[in-house]
């Protein structure tokens, strides 16, 4: 039997305001334990939310961002449930009437190949605190700091049809949402995680299969993994005459694995009603208009941008402009230099190379696209050679062109770098070669003329070491092929 995958993903997003989505408390990560969070976040008597406007504003930019409807009113519910991190006793949520309708998200798959994948909605809602399990011995540790933290929900359609279509998907809300600046997209921190559903039915059947969510997945690849791996075990199960329970999992990284956390729940026990502390959330036209106005231009149309009036190929395109840094960078060293291609060819292969090898990021690189772009500058005019530029680019790097525009310059005069056209320089270090290389030459001249192509590659090598790599390879090529072909 063939199988097909089915998956959709709720995505969550914590929104980059400073004060939480209900009260003035700091949203800062990495502060001692309950030193961040207010009466109202611990739901203490005697105090009532408001609403904070920014992620209010997060939420519609994100909206327009993926072409969704922006519903005129939007109201708050309250999801009820006890759990130790969530002292209110609910969840401040939005269950009917979300912030955001449906949308849809273009993704990019590994072959160049684009897919739409549809977005059912997105909600706005706060995070609970954090249960901690370890260091408390035969205890449980709370921190309610993050209690109130905004986040945004982005609910998918079952659109996805394997592991690579899923991680696909959460790389372009994760390029939106920073691209937008609405949230700093860090993972590890857990600004960005997401429950994953996952499906399998035979392969023409229209009817989806029973479907299993694993929680709080938080990374790219760990998302690819246990899709992977609940794939596997759902066909195995229904192979062996068994069926897919409806059930919550855990997504395990050590063991590799997904276990049964608890059977699903389902709407009504959580006694969903709307909340009477909050107004519901009304949008007029011109505000939603303001913030359209306002929009970046996203990946998606940069993307379109770098292919059709670039001329770059889908694959440059699409790297380049997947994060909104990357897509700054190859812009400003564009602008500098004038060369599209060329542009990407170094931010991709030279640059991207030695941040991945120092593991920086590029936003830390210690070479600036003003340097890169003037270095490039001087490739294409010819002032030096695609040796010599290499040499440059290490010495930028270890950043021996001071801070200067025109730094590339500073180290081609330093170094003697600059490219040696004059023929007639050039033709004075092949003599030179010729002279001393008595037996190759023999050799050359003994050889079948279709084996002497080959056997040039050591002359041009003694020439441009001759010329501690400054002479222009093309008329070294050239004038030692005329010269040698003349001694035979
Ligand atoms: P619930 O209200 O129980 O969370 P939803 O209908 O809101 O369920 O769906 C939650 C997520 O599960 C959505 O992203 C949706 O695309 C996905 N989903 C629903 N049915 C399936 C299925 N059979 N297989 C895979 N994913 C599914
Ligand atoms: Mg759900």
Redesign the pocket.
Known sequence: MQWET?????VHVQLATRSKIFSGASTAFGAEPNTQACAVDLGLPGVLPVLNEQAVAMAVQFGLGIHAEIPEVSVFDRKNYFYPDLPKGYQTSQMYEPIVGPGEVEILLEDGERKTVRV?HAHLEEDAGKSLHEDFHGMTGIDLNRAGTPLLEI?????MRSAKEAAAYLKAIHSIVTYLGISDGNMAEGSMRC?V???V?PRGQEA????A?IKNVNSFRFVERAIEFEVERQIELLEDGGTVV?ETRLYDPEADETRSMRT????NDYRYFPCPDLLPVVLDQAYVDHLRGQLPELPAAKRERFQGELGLSAYDAGVLSASRAMAEYFERVHAVCGDAKQAANWVQGELSGALNREGLAIVDSPVSADQLGGLIVRVLDDTINGKAAKQVFQALWHGEGGDEHNSADAIIEAKGLKQVTDTGAIEAMIDQVIADSPAQVAQYRDAEPDKRGKMIGYFVGQVMKASRGTANPQQVNALLKEKLDALC
């Open positions: 089915v998956i959709g993903l709720e059912h609910v998918s359609e079952p659109d429950d559903n996952v499906s039915r989806f299969g029973t479907r969510e409806q699903k729940e389902e709407a």
